[in-house]
């Protein structure tokens, strides 16, 4: 396609092309293909001999050994704290569940499925008892969502901008499918009494992590996951079985599942009082905030993908809401000044990370990009100054303002305040 | 039109048969004893409900915070490599917020549970229940909140009323309960 054609698809200011640039390019692309000869002598080392043999696991390529988690753990731990993904190398909307961030409160538990139960009690008829086993017989419902730890973006808070990258930045977000059984089913088994409003689910971490779930989302759409894409939970998201609450605040999704207490009233657990709660300015705080905001992230060009030279570019991210699906995306180069409808990779599902892209011919100025999402409750993610209204100073969960990377003219992109 | 009036009552069968029928699931919930629950198992709710019988005080306390606190929260809570544990107070919405038990914590019952499920540290489990009602009366005594001889056990803990307590709200969830 030649530049002046390109130009017919301005779709805003500072070179945002059509969303539907790249697909209408490909069809040209088709002709033009090669076939050039190969002689024996030209081969590379690795078609001159058969490759190595089958295994019973695959691994990533060695040459892309740099992509991985960022773990960082409280000072004389090793398994308190977090590992992030690193989303600036990572395409789609699954995570692969080997980079899937994780958090934990006392390092990861190695459970044996065998001795592990599932104890279902406090205001219901039945108490019961699950194995894992038993619970991979029900019938299991998957879908492909997102969780996201409600810490996740928090440098965001900083007065200025911290220098690092959108894994660094923005890495307690994941997609995966998560297959497992209704947590309503088990319920009904039970049998809720009357005065049963909330559900303490907790851990079998040496933490015993818990926290208070109210019994309306538990009827709504929570699962005992017991398969993350695929196979079943890795030991650091679960392993044997971890709650899932799709669109909610990471913490609740309570890994190593070992009990459900049904109750009147939340526990106030340590987690859900002093620390996942959103502190205002006037000195108040909220509790069970748990719902996931809009938002979006380009997460390529960003920190460290850096633009070589002046040139077509596609601009990738995802998008994601805790109230159900992403409606539509947009996309700025000019600081806000213009904006673009980014093209949606497929039709969004509710509570999924949706990949978007635009294309972009970046003319070598210094630019600023932006993401703004809006989902299908009529929700459009807020600026950093909206999210920052009314917060009392290290208020630092449920950040989901828009991001801005700025390109400067020799093609670094760094984190910026707009 | 016939074809649609087939379907339509092959729907209507399938939920009269499945609202007749006991079992939509495997049921393999095999019943819980009591014996099963270990006392770690039962939330400890504001109320006092789930909290054990046992009892400890803050001069108790002390020197079991020295022995298996201190490594991390500090002196008297203070100045450790982890969580400070006392003072802060008035700092919530200035500009360095020092979040405390007697600066933020909400519930006194919430410090008894947190402490017996998960600390100490590298020895969850390792204190007994007079032991951790005994750290939990000592580090309430360093927010000034008990006085250093007060018997905190399952009937004092829940009236302990937190300082910071009124400044906590949340949203109502009873709409839509129930399947």
Same mark, same amino acid.
């Given at each position: 396609?030649?530049?002046?054609? %390109?130009?017919?698809?301005?779709?805003?200011?500072?070179?945002?092309?059509? *969303? *539907?640039f790249f697909l209408k390019a490909g069809a040209l692309a088709g002709t033009a293909l090669l076939t050039a000869q190969s002689s024996a002598e030209n081969r590379p080392t690795w078609m001159k001999a058969p490759g190595k043999g089958m295994s019973e696991a695959g691994v990533p390529s060695r040459y892309e050994n740099h992509v991985k988690r960022l773990p960082v753990s409280r000072p004389g731990t090793t398994g308190s704290g977090a590992s992030r993904s &690193?989303?600036?190398?990572?395409e789609g909307i699954i995570t692969p569940s080997r980079l899937h961030f994780e958090r934990h409160h006392s390092g990861i538990p190695e459970i044996d499925p065998e001795q592990h139960r599932? $104890?279902?009690?406090? #205001?219901?008829? *039945?108490?019961?008892?699950?194995?894992?086993?038993?619970?991979?017989?029900? &019938?299991?419902?998957?879908?492909?969502?997102?969780?996201?730890?409600? /810490?996740?973006?928090?440098?965001?808070?900083?007065p200025s901008p911290v220098d690092?990258?959108?894994? =660094?930045?923005?890495?307690?977000?994941?997609?995966?499918?998560? !297959? /497992?059984?209704?947590?309503?089913?088990?319920?009904? #088994?039970?049998?809720?009494?009357?005065?049963g409003k909330w559900l303490i689910a907790s851990g079998a971490d040496a933490a015993g992590m818990s926290r208070s779930i109210p019994l309306s989302k538990i009827y709504d759409d929570a699962i005992v996951a017991l398969y993350q894409n695929g196979e079943r939970l890795r030991p650091g998201n679960g392993y044997p079985m971890r709650l899932f609450l799709?669109?909610?605040?990471?913490?609740?999704?309570?890994?190593?599942?070992?009990?459900?207490?049904?109750?009147?009233?939340?526990?106030?657990?340590?987690?859900? %009082? !002093?620390?996942? !709660?959103?502190?205002?300015?006037?000195?108040?705080?909220?509790?069970?905030?748990?719902?996931?905001?809009?938002?979006?992230?380009? %997460?390529?060009?960003?920190?460290?993908?850096?633009?070589?030279?002046?040139?077509?570019y596609q601009i990738s991210g995802i998008a994601w809401s805790g109230a159900g699906r992403i409606?539509? =995306?947009?996309?700025?180069?000019? $600081?806000? *000044?213009?904006?673009?409808?980014?093209?949606?990779?497929?039709?969004?599902?509710?509570?999924?990370?949706?990949?978007?892209?635009?294309?972009?011919?970046?003319?070598?100025?210094?630019?600023?990009?932006?993401?703004?999402? %809006?989902?299908? $409750?009529?929700?459009?993610?807020?600026?950093?100054?909206?999210?920052?209204?009314g917060r009392a100073p290290g208020s630092f969960y449920h950040y989901n303002g828009i991001q801005a990377w700025q390109v400067d003219a020799s093609g670094a992109v760094r984190n910026v305040y707009v | 039109m016939y074809k649609r009036i087939f379907v339509i009552s092959l729907i209507g069968l399938f939920f009269i048969g499945s609202a007749g029928m006991a079992a939509t699931t495997p049921e393999l919930g095999r019943t819980l004893l009591e014996s099963e629950l270990t006392p770690l198992d039962t939330a400890i709710l504001p109320n006092g409900q789930g909290l054990p019988r046992g009892s400890g005080s803050a001069v108790l306390g002390k020197p079991l915070y020295a022995v298996h606190c201190v490594s991390c929260h500090g002196v008297a809570g203070k100045n450790g490599l982890h969580d400070q544990l006392a003072g802060g107070v008035g700092s919530i919405s200035?500009?360095?917020?020092?979040?405390?038990?007697?600066?933020?914590?909400?519930?006194?019952?919430?410090?008894?549970?947190?402490?017996?499920?998960?600390?100490?540290?590298?020895?969850?489990?390792?204190?007994?229940?007079?032991?951790?009602?005994?750290?939990?009366?000592?580090?309430?005594?360093?927010?000034?909140?008990?006085?250093?001889?007060?018997?905190?056990?399952?009937?004092?803990?829940?009236?302990v009323k937190m300082p910071n307590k009124e400044n906590f709200f949340w949203q109502s969830f009873d709409q839509d309960m129930g399947p």
């Amino acid at each position: 396609m030649s530049k002046q054609q %390109t130009d017919s698809m301005a779709a805003a200011d500072n070179g945002l092309l059509h *969303r *539907r640039f790249f697909l209408k390019a490909g069809a040209l692309a088709g002709t033009a293909l090669l076939t050039a000869q190969s002689s024996a002598e030209n081969r590379p080392t690795w078609m001159k001999a058969p490759g190595k043999g089958m295994s019973e696991a695959g691994v990533p390529s060695r040459y892309e050994n740099h992509v991985k988690r960022l773990p960082v753990s409280r000072p004389g731990t090793t398994g308190s704290g977090a590992s992030r993904s &690193p989303l600036e190398h990572l395409e789609g909307i699954i995570t692969p569940s080997r980079l899937h961030f994780e958090r934990h409160h006392s390092g990861i538990p190695e459970i044996d499925p065998e001795q592990h139960r599932l $104890a279902v009690f406090g #205001e219901v008829q *039945r108490p019961l008892s699950f194995s894992a086993a038993g619970l991979c017989r029900y &019938p299991l419902v998957s879908s492909i969502q997102f969780l996201e730890c409600s /810490g996740n973006s928090g440098a965001l808070i900083a007065p200025s901008p911290v220098d690092a990258s959108c894994s =660094v930045l923005h890495g307690l977000v994941s997609g995966s499918e998560w !297959s /497992g059984v209704p947590l309503a089913l088990l319920l009904e #088994e039970a049998g809720v009494k009357p005065s049963g409003k909330w559900l303490i689910a907790s851990g079998a971490d040496a933490a015993g992590m818990s926290r208070s779930i109210p019994l309306s989302k538990i009827y709504d759409d929570a699962i005992v996951a017991l398969y993350q894409n695929g196979e079943r939970l890795r030991p650091g998201n679960g392993y044997p079985m971890r709650l899932f609450l799709p669109g909610w605040e990471g913490n609740a999704s309570v890994k190593w599942l070992k009990t459900l207490q049904v109750t009147d009233q939340p526990a106030m657990t340590k987690d859900e %009082t !002093s620390k996942y !709660s959103d502190r205002g300015e006037d000195g108040r705080a909220e509790l069970f905030t748990f719902e996931m905001g809009v938002k979006s992230l380009i %997460t390529s060009p960003s920190p460290g993908l850096d633009l070589a030279a002046k040139g077509l570019y596609q601009i990738s991210g995802i998008a994601w809401s805790g109230a159900g699906r992403i409606k539509r =995306v947009e996309v700025s180069t000019d $600081a806000g *000044r213009t904006w673009a409808e980014a093209h949606l990779d497929a039709e969004p599902m509710p509570k999924s990370l949706s990949r978007f892209r635009a294309a972009w011919r970046w003319q070598g100025a210094p630019a600023v990009l932006l993401s703004r999402a %809006t989902d299908e $409750a009529g929700q459009v993610q807020p600026t950093r100054a909206v999210v920052m209204q009314g917060r009392a100073p290290g208020s630092f969960y449920h950040y989901n303002g828009i991001q801005a990377w700025q390109v400067d003219a020799s093609g670094a992109v760094r984190n910026v305040y707009v | 039109m016939y074809k649609r009036i087939f379907v339509i009552s092959l729907i209507g069968l399938f939920f009269i048969g499945s609202a007749g029928m006991a079992a939509t699931t495997p049921e393999l919930g095999r019943t819980l004893l009591e014996s099963e629950l270990t006392p770690l198992d039962t939330a400890i709710l504001p109320n006092g409900q789930g909290l054990p019988r046992g009892s400890g005080s803050a001069v108790l306390g002390k020197p079991l915070y020295a022995v298996h606190c201190v490594s991390c929260h500090g002196v008297a809570g203070k100045n450790g490599l982890h969580d400070q544990l006392a003072g802060g107070v008035g700092s919530i919405s200035g500009p360095q917020p020092v979040m405390t038990l007697g600066s933020y914590w909400p519930y006194a019952t919430t410090v008894f549970d947190y402490v017996r499920r998960a600390m100490p540290y590298h020895f969850p489990g390792s204190l007994s229940d007079d032991q951790v009602y005994a750290i939990t009366a000592y580090l309430l005594f360093l927010n000034g909140i008990v006085d250093e001889s007060m018997v905190v056990n399952e009937s004092s803990l829940p009236l302990v009323k937190m300082p910071n307590k009124e400044n906590f709200f949340w949203q109502s969830f009873d709409q839509d309960m129930g399947p």
